[in-house]
């Protein structure tokens, strides 16, 4: 009698587990490769050379890996299961290299990709680092191979402001982007890759479907659809004929959760 109360308690809770989300380690997902900036000269780890990039989508294509869309990522999640060898690219803040570079190469070759954008930043030129214009961006939209999302307004700690400020971060960089776009934004990137329960509800409630997160901080498998781990794309995945990138693509559902906390440096502020 025992034993069915106990077989009966583990089948109730395998049920609610089931009816709250099915949680996901890293192993489940397709290899989410987070890019910042692509420029001819670097002036930052996380800079990655036009050549260097160019080479990363040539390898990949050999490789036979498909790159998903937005969309073609939340089917395949849905669906629980993503094709053997898929691979979605992602940058992040919006920066001018993303236009200049990014841009053609993937279409080139046919690749898609996703754009996080930092709305605040968006036509801002006076920096080190200028961020792409509206017009710009309004040409990346229309173009189907390529899906925007939102990165906040101001790129803050979001577990260090007030609900307020954290909700008008979430809701406004939202509504500007689509307003801009004219076509709806449902994924959304952590700045610094901060997250905890409580920020994964208000990005639920804020009307997104699907959050990315960086690297694999150990605290994925918070929500399958909310913390999806990524890897920080950076000059050193290059070295040696791009070793550490095949290594990571390759590799990634076996790779330790130490080679991507050891290889994720936060962003200098001031950038
Ligand atoms: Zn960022």
């Known amino acids: 009698m025992r034993k069915i109360f106990m077989a009966l308690c583990c089948v109730m809770l395998l049920s609610s ?25 670097a002036q930052n780890n996380f800079d990655v050379l036009v050549e260097d990039f160019c080479a990363q989508l040539d390898w990949l294509k050999e490789q036979g890996y498909e790159t998903l869309s937005i969309n073609d990522f939340m089917r395949y999640l849905s669906q629980d299961s993503f094709p053997e060898k898929s691979v979605l690219i992602t940058f992040d803040d919006g920066y001018s290299g993303i236009y200049n570079y990014a841009m053609p190469e993937l279409k080139k070759r046919g ?9 605040s930043m968006i036509g801002v030129l006076t920096t080190t680092y200028p961020h792409v214009t509206a017009e710009e961006l309004k040409l990346m939209a229309a173009d189907e191979l390529f899906s925007i999302g939102s990165h906040t307004v101001s790129h803050l700690h979001l ?83 791009l070793k550490l990138f095949k290594e990571y693509v390759q590799n990634y559902k076996n790779m330790p959760e130490e080679a991507f906390a050891e290889r994720w440096q936060p962003i200098s502020e001031d950038e």
């Open 159 to 241: 577990d260090e402001l007030s609900p307020e400020e954290r909700d008008y971060e979430l809701t406004e960089s939202k509504s500007a982007i689509e307003e801009l776009i004219g076509k709806k934004v449902v994924a959304f990137a952590y700045p610094y890759g901060n997250y905890d329960e409580e920020i994964i509800k208000a990005v639920k409630d804020s009307g997104y479907e699907v959050a990315f997160a960086v690297q694999d901080k150990g605290f994925c498998n918070m929500s399958a659809h909310f913390s999806i781990p990524r890897i920080n794309m950076a000059m050193d995945l290059s070295d040696n004929d």
């Open 17 to 41: 587990l089931a009816i709250a989300e099915p949680l996901k380690d890293r192993a489940f997902f397709p290899p989410v490769l987070m890019y910042h900036d692509i420029k001819t000269e």
């Open 111 to 119: 690749m898609k990709a996703t754009f996080f954008i930092t709305s």
